[in-house]
C-alpha cells in the first residue's frame, strides 16, 4: 500500500507564511498527480493547488499569487509553500496523490491523514 505522511502545519498569524510537505512512501511504481486539498469547517473539501509529474500546476483562484506548489519526483514528495496567510485559509489540508502501484494496476487516488492550518491573531 501506499502511504502519505504530511508535516508543517501549524498556528500562524495573518500574512504570515507556512510550508507543508507530504511525502509519499511504500509500494509505488509511478505518481501522476501530487497535491493538496483543505477542509473548513462546515464546507465541503476543495482543491488548493495540484502538480502533475511533469511539472504543470494548477491552483484555486482563492489561493494564486500566494501559494505555490512544487514537488520532488526523486523523493516522493510535494511542497505548498503558503504565503501572505488569511484567517479564510484556516483549514485541515490533505495530501493527495495519484499512484499506480505496478504497471499492471490502474492509478489510485490516496490521501494524507490531514493537517491543521490555523491563521489567526
Known amino acids: 500500500q501506499v502511504q502519505l505522511v504530511e508535516s508543517g502545519g501549524g498556528l500562524v498569524q495573518p500574512g504570515g507564511s507556512l510550508r507543508l510537505s507530504c511525502a509519499a512512501s511504500g509500494s509505488i511504481f509511478s505518481i501522476y498527480v501530487m497535491g493538496w486539498y483543505r477542509q473548513a469547517p462546515g464546507k465541503q473539501r476543495e482543491l488548493v493547488a495540484r502538480i502533475t509529474s511533469g511539472g504543470i500546476a494548477n491552483s484555486a483562484d482563492s489561493v494564486k499569487g500566494r501559494f505555490t506548489i512544487s514537488r520532488d519526483n526523486a523523493k516522493n514528495t510535494v511542497y505548498l509553500q503558503m504565503n501572505s496567510l488569511k484567517p479564510e485559509d484556516t483549514a485541515v489540508y490533505y495530501c493527495?496523490?495519484?499512484?499506480?502501484?505496478?504497471?499492471?494496476?490502474?492509478?489510485?487516488?490516496?490521501w494524507g491523514q490531514g493537517t491543521q492550518v490555523t491563521v489567526s491573531s
Open positions: 493527495n496523490a495519484v499512484v499506480r502501484i505496478t504497471i499492471a494496476t490502474s492509478p489510485t487516488n490516496y
